[in-house]
């Protein structure tokens, strides 16, 4: 059935798996997907969006590089936003609200156009291995298949476990059976493995709500999109959201099912996501409010289907309904389906190389929520990342990682295989020393480069991209080497209560003041004109007013980067031995020994390991 070698096999198709599988057959391997429900591709397992806080950062990064979340966001949109825009750009965040069903499809069309890649509906239940080196999948039924390299993209699915109440079934979804197998060879292999858990509220009948009692959420008046290439187009139309609040009577009403709940009574003992809690979890924690936001978020543009955000739950099912009708347009709720909890295996990410590969079986990769992250962005990413080197490595080429200062993807793996993770692990902009230089909006400055060089990103892609950056640094010139007068410039700083000019300056000082913003500049004839003449689109102007307000911040930035560059360069040598080095920390030498970090840099940022560790490494090395 399965005679040829495939370069690269992927197991699972969640957001994970289908980057995986599109980036790996992108670059001409020749590629299988196996997964369990070939019509549940790219499922929205939780909350019907895409991106927000550095997640939409993330999802950016994937369209620059050339993979395809960012495409097919756009095309599944129903509501666009743009996050955190009263703040500083490196903290402008990009969101969707998305039709689940529209998203899954959209996905499962492009990957099958892809030529490279097979499509096979089977549980995987365990790897072929010899000699420490993958050689392929075999599955449930027995059907061995031969493989170069495997990416292991699981999610939940691993011996998963259902919680509602007081009751649990294995399944790694509603209504979908755990994966068993992959776990038990791998521990027998020397891996570690750990649970962890993780929730997901009720859906329920748009039509049983009382919208007139909440507050609605509405898209941004001019809405952008995720991808830089123009095949597809802001939203014209936009469905809202709605917001709402739980009370005391909720609370109350909750707390009566303490006692039946699963978080409570010692039958989930994982950690769940920190910055997701479930209600329980939030009003037990959180016991001095008295009440806490649901955002009500439609499912698709015409389905009745609503996710009911801030309501994860594990509680019985009849405490979920009865708390819920409590909420204000909640009273005549009709539930789709309830809440649950559910726990599945993961392994610490320490065991991984940069290129998410495994560091005790060659040719393995794993990504997404395996690695302890959770998310669907930062599944998406990681994906992309094992595809291009299970690809790379087929092919004998070098591998492809990206720095700190370089994406918040390079973030992402950094923390995961330097720090680890102990509970599901989510991407925040606080996490980047460097978020000033990785901003959503030039995510294609960045990395497209970097994504034509592998073959996934397209000609056109970069042709764009260059354009884009040529334009606006054109622009940015302009405003470097006009002159205005006074009498021109003074009436609209007064209108902004800005202090006046007494002589002709350059529009470049002018424009960097903190309150002056492009609307206002343009007001100016000669600004407004090469605008005109130059035919320039909004993603060229606003890379140019970013480029002029935070010129300072981006070269200050810049700099700290490339002095703390130097020790990504310092290599430590493979299967270095740290315990000759006595003047070192033990805990610092345990941690090194475990880890073996490839460069001084990536050493520093182990936990336990101190600037002075750092020292006498260096001094060891002859640094």
């Known amino acids: 059935m399965f005679n040829e070698v495939y370069d690269v096999i992927v197991v699972g198709a969640g957001h994970a798996g289908s980057e995986a599988a599109a980036a790996a057959a992108n670059m001409g391997s020749k590629t299988l997907l196996v ?5 549940n591709i790219a499922q929205m397992s939780c909350n019907p969006a895409m991106g927000g806080i550095a997640k939409g950062q993330i999802v950016r990064e994937i369209d620059a590089l050339g993979g395809y979340s960012g495409i097919v966001s ?9 996050l955190n825009k009263s703040k500083g750009p490196a903290m402008w965040s990009p969101r969707v609200q998305t039709d689940r069903m529209r998203f899954a499809e959209d996905w499962r069309l492009l990957l099958e156009q892809r030529p490279n890649l097979d499509f096979y509906q089977e549980m995987v239940s365990g790897l072929l291995i010899k000699n420490q080196k993958v050689i392929g999948v075999k599955t449930s039924l027995g059907i061995e298949i031969k493989a170069k390299s495997v990416v292991l993209t699981n999610g939940t699915f691993l011996n998963g476990l259902i919680h509602i109440g007081d009751k649990n079934f294995g399944g790694g979804r509603a209504g979908e059976k755990a994966a068993t197998g992959i776990t038990e060879q791998l521990v027998s292999l020397g891996f570690d493995s750990g649970r962890m858990k993780t929730g997901t509220p009720p859906r329920v009948d748009g039509r049983s709500l009382d919208y007139s009692k909440m507050i609605e959420q509405p898209g941004d008046d001019n809405p952008e999109k995720f991808s830089y290439l123009d095949i597809t187009k802001p939203l014209k139309n936009q469905r809202s959201c709605h917001m709402t609040y739980t009370s005391p009577e909720v609370h109350d009403l909750l707390r009566e099912g303490f006692d039946r709940s699963p978080m409570f009574n010692g039958r989930i003992k994982s950690l769940g996501p920190r910055y997701c809690p479930s209600i329980e979890d939030k009003i037990n924690r959180f016991a001095d409010k008295d009440r806490h936001q649901l955002f009500i978020e439609p499912e698709g543009w015409h389905t009745v289907e609503v996710y009911v955000n801030g309501f994860s739950t594990s509680l019985p099912e009849d405490v979920q309904f009865k708390a819920l009708r409590s909420v204000s347009g909640f009273e005549n709720v009709k539930f789709f389906r309830p809440g649950y909890a559910i726990e599945y295996d993961y392994f610490p990410p320490t065991q991984l190389k940069h290129t998410l590969e495994t560091k005790l079986v060659e040719g393995l990769y794993f990504a997404g929520q395996i690695n302890g992250t959770t998310g669907y962005e930062e599944a998406a990413s990681q994906g992309l990342m094992a595809g291009i080197n299970a690809s790379l490595k087929v092919q004998e080429k070098e591998p492809f990682t990206l720095k700190r200062d370089e994406a918040y993807i ?6 995961l295989i330097t720090k680890g993770t102990e509970e599901p692990y989510r991407m925040f902009t606080s996490r980047a020393e460097y978020r000033t230089l990785l901003r959503q909006d ?6 497209t480069p970097k994504g034509y060089a592998l073959g996934i990103a397209s000609e056109k892609r970069l042709r764009r991209m260059e354009e884009k950056h040529n334009a606006a640094e054109k622009f940015v010139s302009f405003f470097e080497n006009q002159s205005v007068k006074p009498e021109d410039i003074n009436p609209i700083l007064e209108e902004k209560n800005s202090a006046p000019v007494k002589q002709s300056g350059k529009l470049f000082k002018v424009f960097a003041r903190p309150n002056i913003d492009m609307s206002d500049i343009r007001k100016i004839e000669s600004v407004e004109a090469y605008i005109q003449d130059n035919n320039l689109d909004n993603e060229v102007i606003e890379q140019t007013e970013i480029q002029v307000k935070y010129s300072g911040y981006i070269a200050k930035e810049k700099n700290n980067a490339d002095k703390l560059s130097r020790l990504e360069y310092v290599k430590i040598p493979e299967n270095f031995d740290y315990s000759q080095i006595k003047s070192m920390s033990f805990e610092a030498r345990e941690k090194l020994k475990k880890i073996q970090p490839t460069t001084v840099s990536q050493a520093s940022r182990i936990s336990g390991v101190s600037p002075n560790d750092i020292s006498v ?4 090395m002859g640094r």
């Open 410 to 415: 390079g973030v992402l793996v950094d923390d």
């Open 35 to 39: 997964t369990m429900n070939l019509q």
């Open 74 to 82: 756009d095309t599944s949109a129903i509501q666009f936003k743009m």
């Open 442 to 447: 030039n995510a294609d400055l960045r990395l």
């Open 617 to 620: 490494l260096l001094v060891y």
